[in-house]
């Protein structure tokens, strides 16, 4: 019989890697959005474990002069997807990780409450790898059946003039259909670009 894909909001197909930063999501809130994101510690640098520390708060902080600017940040995501395309997963799907900070998506503010976050390795406004697209366009699909997932929008969309990434790197016509979704759940269907 098949592994089940799908544990408690764990996707067996990502290596976890439990952060704290995250809580439970207000009861009765359909998970309906997915947030793509891009990170690199220190930024432009691509390998290594310094995203994965941070999201589980052992980030050196003297170990690079760019990590002294963000000494004592708590975030998370639900995902990070590396330039190899390695999953990673930190919080369960069912859960409230700490991604988007102050946001709004349609007439709903705090959209940590009913989003997954997905982060991309990559800079803000870079381009990023063919395996992080192929990785995604697996992960979408197997979190729409899981989820009810009607919207995707970039960090940029929920947080305009905040935040800016994943930026135009993106290809998120390309990303559509890879992933087999709906091009009416994408941004430039959605009119958020």
């Not at 990673?88 to 940590?112: K, L």
């Not at 697209?133 to 969309?157: F, M, S, W």
Request: a negative charge; one cysteine or more.
């Amino acid at each position: 019989m098949p592994e089940p894909s799908w544990r408690r909001g764990w996707y067996t197909f990502a290596h976890p890697c439990a952060s704290p930063n995250c809580g439970p999501r207000p009861p009765h809130t359909p998970v309906d959005l997915l947030v793509l994101h891009s990170i690199s510690l220190p930024p432009g640098q691509f390998g290594g474990q310094a995203v994965q520390q941070l999201f589980t708060n052992q980030l050196d902080w003297n170990a690079h002069p760019y990590f002294k600017k963000i000494e004592g940040l708590q975030v998370s995501a639900h995902f990070f997807i590396q330039r190899g395309g390695e999953l990673w997963q930190f919080v369960s799907c069912d859960d409230r990780a700490w991604h988007a900070g102050r946001s709004q998506f349609g007439a709903r503010d705090n959209c940590n409450d009913f989003s997954i976050g997905i982060e991309l390795e990559g800079l803000e406004g870079g381009l990023f790898e063919p395996a992080q697209y192929e990785t995604l366009a697996a992960l979408l699909p197997a979190l729409a059946l899981q989820y009810p997932v009607r919207h995707i929008a970039g960090h940029e969309h929920i947080a305009p003039g905040r935040k800016a990434d994943p930026g135009p790197g993106l290809d998120w016509p390309l990303l559509q259909r890879c992933s087999g979704l709906a091009a009416h759940c994408f941004p430039a269907s959605i009119g958020n670009t």
